[in-house]
């Protein structure tokens, strides 16, 4: 399958996430708005997600599939299968105990992330219910980033991609039809979000069985101490805790800087969570449809091409994911700095959801926009580390990007509030990404193909037009009145979508730049 029908496929069912994502904080947005218990369940949510990106698909998929890559193309499919059988064994029993300790230390932990949800005792005791309900969500989602990781290495895309589609679903429909039937029951509402989330994490891992079944590589998980303890000492598993070591602080650092901001928001006015995590909502559209995508795609892809020692196919690989990245989050980002506002308004503005917190949300959006070019290249840069298995030098460069975003905290959230955090967290990946450019270009991993400079000028040319576009398109509509007129303002948002989309590329035809000789490159 070729790179750009396998980013294809990744990108239809992200695309397919973002939605059903996006459907599911509306829907959150429009019941409850943004207040101290919405506040609550970002939090409460935000621990187990916090523990998964640890140890399932943060630091575990980074160690993982650059291993079990090198090991099928050095070894074979039956010593992988035996690799895959001693990982899930090490990682399910490490995982068990992780939510049980958990679900015993919630209120150390709501206390940890975000102790200014105290102001509300009522907020902060949800929190502390609804982190015990969900923090066993994380073994559901390690084994799933366990499956996903050998499935995306024999080039199955599909099924790893589309999966966040069920926790989604899960959610809308506990909001949908149990979250009315609580309140009738005299409960707090929003209980019925956890539900939805525990229900999602076990769809998602029981939809990778049948996958792994028909490869033939389903893990055979081991359960007495003898099988243990050979689950541990088999030497891909202690390569891939070695792995791990450096990439758990790489991560580590990442959620450092989460649990800073939501201790900062927390300390905000009621809402300054809620208001963040609807921006980072809008945000993940492009971070993930285009940067999680080429990631997920280049990364066992290029760890082959290290460990088979083609360092040509290596360069073009991440030439092309870094042409990618530029002609398609660029126009992204300035639609989030100049149509912030109608974006949030088509999206959030809905039942309990204010014009202040239209207001409040769009200036998250935008600052989390002037960073989004950054957050994206990320994506495609780190993975050009972890195939050579280096996943020092991305961690050393997070640590001093960390401590750098702080600085511009200190700088900003006095003036901005909780858009200052957001701005913080853009300019910060601005840096990370420039730094992991310049690493890869100085040790000769990455050697730019021919032609930047001409595409380049492309692509600034027909953002500069789309630009002007949408910045006259978010002026001349009344698009926080027209609330009322729902259908209407939806209508206005795909005709200038629409218009947005046919103006971009036109401009790129009119340039030269012929996108299907370019995406079959």
Known sequence: MSLLRSASVVSFFTLASRVTGLVRELLIASAFGASALTDAFNVAFRIPNLFRRLFAEGAFSQAFVPVLAASRAQHGDEATKEVIDSVATALAWSVLVVSLLGVLASPWLVWALASGLQQDPRGYGTAVNMTRWMFPYIAFMSMVALSAGVLNTWRRFAVPAATPVLLNVSVIAAAWWLSPWLARQGFEAIYALPVGVMAGGFLQLAVQIPALHRLGLLPRLGLGPAAVKKAWTNPATRNILRLMAPALLGVGVAQ??????????????????????????????????????????????????KATGDSERYAAMLDWGLRMVLLLSLPCAAALLVFSQPLVSVLYHYGAFTDRDVQQTTLALTGYGVGLLGLVAIKVLAPGYYASQDIRTPVRIAVVVLVLTQVFNVLLVPHLAHAGLA?????????????????????????????????????????????????????????????????????WMVLVMAASAVLYFGALWCTGLRLKAFLKR
């Open 423 to 491: 701005l913080s967290i853009g300019l910060g990946a601005l840096v990370n990404a420039g730094w992991l450019l310049v690493g890869l270009l100085r040790r000769g991993s990455y050697k730019p193909q021919p032609g930047w400079l001409r595409f380049v000028f492309q692509v600034l040319l027909a953002t500069g037009l789309l630009t002007g576009l949408l910045w006259f398109s978010a002026q001349a509509l009344p698009w926080v009145p027209m609330r009322e007129a729902a259908w209407q303002r939806i209508g």
């Open 256 to 305: 450092i800087s989460l649990l800073i901001n939501t201790q900062i928001a927390s300390h905000l006015a009621p809402g300054s969570v809620s208001w963040l995590t609807y921006a980072d909502r809008l945000m993940e559209f492009p971070t993930a449809m285009l940067g999680v995508a080429l990631g997920v795609v280049l990364m066992p892809q290029l760890a082959a091409a």
